[in-house]
T-cell receptor, first 109, second 113 residues
Framework: KNEVEQSPQNLTAQEGEFITINCSYS?????LHWLQQHPGGGIVSLFM?????KKHGRLIATINIQEKHSSLHITASHPRDSAVYIC???????????WGAGTKLIIKP | DTGVSQNPRHKITKRGQNVTFRCDPI?????LYWYRQTLGQGPEFLTY????????KSRLLSDRFSAERPKGSFSTLEIQRTEQGDSAMYLC???????????FGSGTRLTVV
């Protein structure tokens, strides 16, 4: 059974701080997703990774396949980054996503 | 085509009524997924389609839930005889099999009163 663990569960930081959210999974995967969900809102796909590193604006996502670990970084954090960030992994067999519990991020001005 | 579209955005219904939600995926995506998310919880997988074939439906929460994708394009999720516990956000996502990337709709928020 593949399990996805995220840390921290909750994170509060000041505007401008560098943010790191971690995700670990237990078995081999075909891809890992980072998703963002604002309160009451839908889910936005930020990144899909199968290896290496991706960057989009102030967001950076990395994955280490050997260690079964991924990180999401936010540089120069801003209050509008406040949201729940979800890590989800996809298996080869059925393409269903297995979700982490999410990290609730609050950026204070 | 700007993304996955879900309608309605919000639905308030009385207990016992039937409701139907619609999802229009990205046109070239052949896979379509339905998830349910209750307050404070992560999304819960319900079912998915590859083209018009429903490949997994064992996770549908009860026989009151059914989904269709008749022509391999849009999909509908129906809940019959709604209960208060059905109140949740219902999310649709689509993907192109070979790419694995998922695009999510904004969801339909159901409130059963």
């Amino acid at each position: 059974k593949n399990e996805v663990e995220q840390s921290p569960q909750n994170l509060t930081a000041q505007e401008g701080e560098f943010i790191t959210i971690n995700c670990s999974y237990s078995v081999g995967i075909s891809a890992l997703h980072w998703l963002q969900q604002h309160p009451g809102g839908g889910i936005v796909s930020l990144f899909m990774l199968s290896s290496g590193k991706k960057k989009h604006g102030r967001l950076i996502a990395t994955i280490n396949i050997q260690e079964k670990h991924s990180s999401l970084h936010i540089t120069a954090s801003h209050p509008r980054d406040s949201a729940v960030y979800i890590c989800a992994v996809a298996w080869d067999s059925n393409y269903q996503l297995i979700w982490g519990a999410g990290t609730k991020l609050i950026i204070k001005p | 085509d700007t993304g996955v579209s879900q309608n309605p955005r919000h639905k308030i219904t009385k207990r016992g009524q039937n409701v139907t939600f619609r999802c229009d995926p990205i046109s070239e995506h052949n896979r379509l997924y339905w998830y349910r998310q209750t307050l404070g919880q992560g999304p819960e997988f319900l079912t998915y389609f590859q083209n018009e074939a429903q490949l997994e439906k064992s996770r549908l929460l009860s026989d009151r839930f059914s989904a269709e994708r008749p022509k391999g394009s849009f999909s509908t999720l129906e809940i019959q005889r709604t209960e208060q516990g059905d109140s949740a956000m219902y999310l649709c996502a689509s993907s192109l099999r070979e790419v694995y990337g998922y695009t999510f709709g904004s969801g339909t928020r159901l409130t059963v009163v």
